[in-house]
């Protein structure tokens, strides 16, 4: 039985840390708007009047905003299916950037307020022809570093997020393995009905934060 499942450090901490300090002579614009983004992100989760239960719908509507000014899902949709993209109708493409999206997104946020201990030092980008990777890493507890890379591309006026990697685990490269096995070995249809048959439970995932989620 095929399982959808990816490193749940991955999720849990494409955005859940604290802030941190970079070189000045090695910020530029990608690692600036990362940076803005997730001191946005979270000023709202420290904010005392946006705390408790009652306000749950309240901040994942805050965050998912700007999640989407940092990320562009619809990149990591295409990318994700890989070849199979090119055989999807206009519709089927949109369907499907529309479930992958809601799949990050609802993983992330399920474990968001369970990461928000860490820290992260920016430490350079690189930056090549509408491309750049910000290299950073993770201060976790005891003394542990976790080194996580964010893909970056110009659209616009902006730097967008199409992929991330912790010690060399790419986020769209382990979803495209999982996908692209889940096509071959039955349909694509498969792979959206167990997208859309999955979506409850991201709402209240049985996985652990350091337990991968799968689709049964």
């Given at each position: 039985?095929?399982?959808?499942?990816?490193?749940?450090?991955?999720?849990?901490?494409?955005?859940?840390?604290?802030?941190a300090?970079?070189?000045?002579?090695?910020?530029?614009?990608?690692?600036?708007?990362?940076?803005?983004?997730?001191?946005?992100?979270?000023?709202?989760?420290g904010?005392?009047?946006?705390?408790g239960?009652?306000?749950?719908?309240q901040?994942?509507?805050?965050?998912?905003?700007?999640?989407?000014?940092?990320?562009?899902?619809?990149e990591?949709?295409?990318?994700?299916?890989?070849?199979?993209?090119?055989?999807?109708?206009?519709?089927?493409?949109?369907?499907?950037?529309?479930?992958?999206?809601?799949?990050?997104?609802?993983?992330?946020?399920?474990?968001?307020?369970?990461?928000?201990?860490?820290?992260?030092?920016?430490?350079?980008?690189?930056?090549?022809?509408?491309?750049?990777?910000?290299?950073?890493?993770?201060?976790?507890?005891?003394?542990?570093?976790?080194?996580?890379?964010?893909?970056?591309?110009?659209?616009?006026?902006?730097?967008?997020?199409?992929?991330?990697s912790?010690?060399?685990i790419?986020?769209?490269?382990?979803?495209?393995?999982?996908?692209?096995r889940?096509?071959?070995?039955?349909?694509?249809?498969?792979?959206?009905?167990?997208?859309?048959?999955?979506?409850?439970?991201?709402?209240?995932?049985?996985?652990?934060?350091s337990?991968p989620?799968?689709?049964?």
């Amino acid at each position: 039985m095929h399982k959808l499942s990816t490193p749940a450090g991955l999720l849990a901490l494409m955005l859940s840390f604290g802030l941190a300090s970079v070189s000045a002579a090695e910020a530029g614009a990608p690692t600036d708007q990362l940076r803005d983004g997730i001191e946005r992100i979270f000023k709202i989760l420290g904010d005392p009047d946006m705390n408790g239960a009652e306000k749950t719908s309240q901040r994942k509507t805050a965050v998912t905003r700007i999640a989407a000014e940092i990320f562009d899902f619809g990149e990591m949709s295409k990318r994700t299916l890989g070849r199979h993209w090119e055989q999807r109708t206009p519709a089927e493409r949109q369907d499907f950037a529309r479930l992958f999206t809601q799949l990050i997104q609802r993983t992330y946020f399920s474990r968001i307020d369970e990461h928000g201990s860490e820290k992260t030092v920016f430490r350079s980008e690189t930056v090549d022809r509408g491309h750049a990777v910000v290299r950073t890493t993770l201060l976790l507890a005891r003394d542990v570093q976790m080194p996580l890379d964010y893909s970056m591309h110009s659209v616009g006026d902006r730097w967008r997020v199409y992929d991330l990697s912790i010690d060399g685990i790419s986020l769209v490269a382990n979803y495209r393995a999982q996908f692209n096995r889940i096509i071959r070995s039955s349909s694509y249809a498969d792979l959206v009905t167990r997208l859309k048959s999955r979506q409850a439970e991201f709402v209240e995932p049985a996985a652990s934060p350091s337990g991968p989620a799968s689709t049964r």
